[in-house]
């Protein structure tokens, strides 16, 4: 990455990217007028600005989680999700030349309430990623987010489909969404060793707005390969210690955590990254929702790197990690 026409050819590998927030506005628009869904407003422009983040103000955990309601909605049928499948794989090669893309979503939240089919909303997304990976030269493969508000017996469900479709695409299974106060990352230690026995990947969201400690509840129950985010585990050098001793790999979002405000700023962003360096945390550099967040990997990787809160060579691991540490084999 030492010069612009380097960096242009390098192949980057991304590993906690959200098919909700992963779609340009543009083809979100065409998706939801194809369906006759009536938005609220006829505007484009207003369309655009209502599913993405303003650079120049920030919004909470919680707002930044609302703006999925009409993305989630407007993906929400085997038609929609096929084609947004599609659009993200190739997008990510012709942008950034992204070789390997990992893909989360909760197929639950596409199905409108049970209305649609489930398991056609898992073919219509291995579809979309058969032809994404067709066209263009790229490895990918989707996991199954389970969500905190849901109950147990759905997220079992999801787990089971994930299983179902493990040699069609689906490498791995997450854990996000809101916070919920009855939601015990403990009780999902069955499931969890049934996808790993599975052989699929397991990542967990935690240490984003949850504070440290949630991090080593995640390692203690859930045994997972990758945590996505996982920045508070900063606050702390016996999770640090911890994430180490497992080879735990973060999946760290930089521009998604400002802003959200789970980061407070830059001189915030180096004291974390020093910490997972002097540690020896295991890290990649990823960007949650590109569109969404107006970003991408490349901008993300250039942003550290211009603001020296990581070097060019921690750059270069943490993408050589991102390949090796994929869930796609």
């Given at each position: 990455m030492a010069s612009d026409n380097?960096?242009?050819?390098a192949e980057l590998a991304e590993l906690h990217v959200h098919l909700g927030s992963s779609?340009?506005?543009a083809t979100m628009w065409e998706i939801a007028h194809a369906q006759g869904i009536r938005l609220p407003t006829k505007d484009y422009w207003?369309?655009?600005d209502m599913i993405t983040v303003d650079k120049n103000s920030r919004k909470s955990f919680d707002e930044y989680l609302e703006l999925f309601h009409w993305t989630d909605f407007i993906q929400s049928s085997p038609i929609a999700v096929e084609r947004a499948v599609y659009q993200t794989i190739a997008g990510a090669y012709r942008k950034n030349n992204i070789t390997k893309l990992e893909l989360r979503f909760n197929p639950m939240k596409r199905n409108r309430n049970g209305e649609q089919d489930l398991d056609h909303i898992f073919m219509a997304a291995i579809r979309g990623l058969d032809r994404a990976t067709l066209d263009y030269p790229v490895k990918a493969g989707i996991i199954v987010c389970l969500d905190r508000k849901f109950e147990h017996k759905l997220n079992?469900?999801?787990?089971?489909?994930?299983i179902k479709y493990s040699s069609r695409g689906v490498v791995?299974?997450?854990i996000a969404g809101e916070r919920n106060p009855e939601f015990r990352y403990e009780d999902y230690k069955a499931?969890?060793?049934e996808a790993g026995g599975a052989g699929l990947g397991l990542t967990v969201h935690a240490g984003e707005?949850?504070?440290?400690s949630s991090v080593s509840r995640v390692v203690e129950n859930l045994s997972p390969d990758r945590i996505g985010h996982g920045v508070k585990a900063a606050e702390s050098e016996d999770v640090?210690?911890?994430?180490?001793?497992?080879?735990?790999v973060l999946e760290l979002c930089p521009t998604s955590n400002l802003h959200t405000g789970v980061v407070s700023g830059i001189d915030h962003l180096k004291r974390i990254f020093k910490a997972f360096n002097s540690h020896n945390v295991k890290y990649t550099i990823n960007t949650d929702g590109p569109e969404m967040l107006k970003t991408n990997l490349r901008n993300e990787i250039s942003f550290l790197i211009e603001n020296g809160i990581i070097s060019e060579k921690d750059a270069a691991s943490a993408n050589a990690l991102a390949f090796s540490s994929s869930f796609i084999k």
């Open positions: 380097d960096s242009k050819l779609v340009d506005p207003q369309f655009a079992s469900i999801l787990v089971k489909k994930a791995g299974i997450d499931l969890y060793a707005e949850e504070d440290h640090m210690d911890l994430l180490a001793k497992h080879g735990i």
